[in-house]
């Protein structure tokens, strides 16, 4: 007997989120149809309304409801500063730490050849404009440790530099409560390489 197609529908639309395989989002449309029709219709209509009410902001191109996000109307943020992440994700994992103040640019992806996107897909010309606004005086990357993470900030350096905008880079190295007994070859290399003196 076939799976009937509105149920293979949702499956495969289940798919779509990140980690979801096969089984997986089999599991979830059936636990959503047996278990939870509420809930499912709550996900749908929210859903639905995301799509309908949220937009790139036309300063930091994160995810707002109207033109220009909260963050970047605030007037207790430093301007003078602009940090570039790659997700929203990362822009909210930045303002957990309670250790920035500036404002931020979000690039909604990186430079990866593989996937076929270069630094043409991401659209660089918004955040070149808003790092040579007159107000930024330094431009923080705090793009991730991957290889398209540092593919993406060595592109950005680059491109800032010749513009002679000052440029920085968020360290990496051992994290706070680490063991040096159980921390990686590679970050440890790191931290010693960007160590810095007490004073």
Same mark, same amino acid.
């Given at each position: ?31 959503? *149809? +047996?278990? $939870?029709?509420?809930? =499912? ?6 859903? %639905?309304?995301?799509?309908? &009410? ?67 897909? *991401? +659209?660089? $010309?918004?955040?070149? =404009? ?6 930024? %005086?330094?431009?923080?990357? &705090? ?57």
């Amino acid at each position: 007997m076939s799976t009937p197609s509105s149920l293979e529908s949702l499956i495969k639309a289940l798919r779509c989120l990140p980690g979801i395989g096969p089984k997986s989002a089999q599991r979830m449309a059936y636990h959503l *149809l +047996q278990h $939870d029709r509420s809930g =499912a219709s709550s996900l749908a209509d929210a859903l %639905q309304h995301a799509l309908g &009410a949220l937009r790139h902001c036309q300063r930091c191109n994160t995810f707002t409801e109207a033109d220009i996000c909260e963050r970047c109307l605030s007037g207790k943020r430093d301007a003078s500063l602009l940090c570039v992440v790659e997700t929203p994700v990362d822009m909210n994992m930045m303002e957990q730490t309670h250790a920035y103040a500036g404002l931020y640019y979000v690039l909604i992806g990186r430079v990866s050849p593989l996937d076929g996107i270069g630094p043409r897909e *991401l +659209q660089l $010309d918004q955040l070149l =404009a808003r790092a040579c606004d007159g107000v930024v %005086q330094e431009v923080i990357l &705090a793009t991730n440790f991957t290889n398209e993470g540092e593919v993406t900030a060595h592109y950005l350096a680059e491109m800032l530099r010749s513009r002679a905008i000052r440029v920085s880079r968020i360290a990496r190295g051992v994290p706070v409560g680490g063991e040096l007994e159980y921390v990686d070859a590679g970050t440890l290399a790191q931290a010693v390489r960007e160590r810095r003196s007490l004073t």
